[in-house]
């Protein structure tokens, strides 16, 4: 069951006034074409075993590794998955949200978030709001805890692909990204209880007209990083308040002609990961080509710094 906010918590989080954070211009220390990932969408990221793995949300029976070398960045598979069966379908919530199901097949899953701890690696499905838990050989299967009804009532997940979109495993918790309309975060104890939590909004965070969302998720240093698509930033967030200490603006990088899609209304960002080495972003490119090179549909994965600040 979801249990009530604590007052104090609550307050914080739910507060209409943003907070004044430092947004800043994102330095790049590297920019990369993925090879070998043209029409797989890639929309996931993050750091294991000091592999940078990541996921594709037509691509149900895979996990994949990006290998940066040379200045260059190849896409290989890591993992075929084996054992992970279609899920019970949850209830459609309205018609926005059972339209789009009728068009594709319940084996498409939809990956949109990939995690790990020491032995395992945890996938995001968006399609049916479920986590799969994969062991070292492959072996996949569904996490117990169905959440989504209960998040769905309180009037999050109620449009079909825009709902559950980033994991992170932050010591025995998950936290997830949910999307938009409305975006917010999940937090799942090991216990099974469930919290949602809407972010506390950042002072000079611009949006650009489009919907505020939330597309991805990292932990690092004690610290929840978001990955705010829209915005075209990340924002490394305190914990528990979850108010922002910083932001990295990369809008300038994304848009930037030898760089930016030729369908670019919105960001793209979808993968999020953060080590030592700085802070890594993949665009879920929807299949759409570079501007400057129609033919080219590959991901792109920026590296950037950390904040001076920082």
């Known amino acids: 069951m979801i249990k009530r906010f604590f007052f104090g918590i609550a307050f914080a989080l739910l507060s209409p006034l943003a907070i004044a954070a430092d947004i800043s211009t994102a330095r790049l220390l590297a920019s990369y074409w993925v090879d070998g990932s043209a029409g797989l969408d890639l929309s996931g990221l993050s750091f294991c075993a000091g592999k940078l793995l990541t996921v594709s949300d037509r691509a149900s029976r895979e996990v994949y590794a990006i290998k940066l070398m040379d200045g260059r960045a190849e896409l290989v598979s890591h993992l075929k998955l084996t054992g992970l069966r279609v899920p019970k379908r949850n209830k459609a919530t309205s018609l926005w949200s059972f339209i789009p199901e009728l068009f594709r097949p319940a084996r498409d899953l939809d990956f949109e978030g990939v995690s790990c701890d020491e032995n395992r690696i945890y996938l995001l499905s968006e399609r049916y709001n479920r986590i799969a838990v994969v062991e070292e050989q492959g072996e996949a299967r569904w996490l117990e805890n169905?959440?989504?009804?209960?998040?769905?009532?309180?009037?999050y997940l109620q449009t079909s692909n825009v709902s559950s979109e980033g994991l992170v495993k932050a010591g025995d918790q998950f936290w997830l990204a949910i999307e938009r309309e409305p975006r917010g975060l999940l937090r799942l104890s090991p216990g099974g209880d469930a919290q949602v939590f809407s972010l506390p909004p950042v002072a000079g965070l611009d949006f650009h007209g489009n919907?505020?969302?939330?597309?991805?998720?990292?932990?690092?240093?004690?610290?929840?990083?978001?990955?705010?698509?829209?915005?075209?930033?990340?924002?490394?967030?305190?914990?528990?308040?979850?108010?922002?200490?910083?932001?990295?603006?990369?809008?300038?990088?994304?848009?930037?002609?030898?760089?930016?899609?030729?369908?670019?209304?919105?960001?793209?960002?979808?993968?999020?990961?953060?080590?030592?080495?700085?802070i890594f972003v993949v665009f879920d490119n929807d299949n759409s080509a570079r501007a400057q090179d129609p033919g080219d549909r590959r991901a792109l994965l920026l590296h950037l710094a950390f904040p001076d600040s920082a």
């Open 211 to 278: 919907p505020e969302d939330l597309t991805g998720l990292a932990y690092y240093d004690g610290a929840l990083f978001t990955l705010e698509g829209n915005a075209h930033a990340v924002c490394r967030r305190a914990l528990p308040s979850l108010k922002a200490e910083w932001c990295l603006d990369y809008r300038a990088l994304e848009k930037s002609p030898e760089r930016v899609y030729e369908v670019a209304l919105r960001g793209k960002g979808g993968g999020l990961a953060v080590s030592e080495q700085g």
């Open 146 to 155: 169905l959440w989504s009804p209960e998040v769905k009532a309180r009037g």
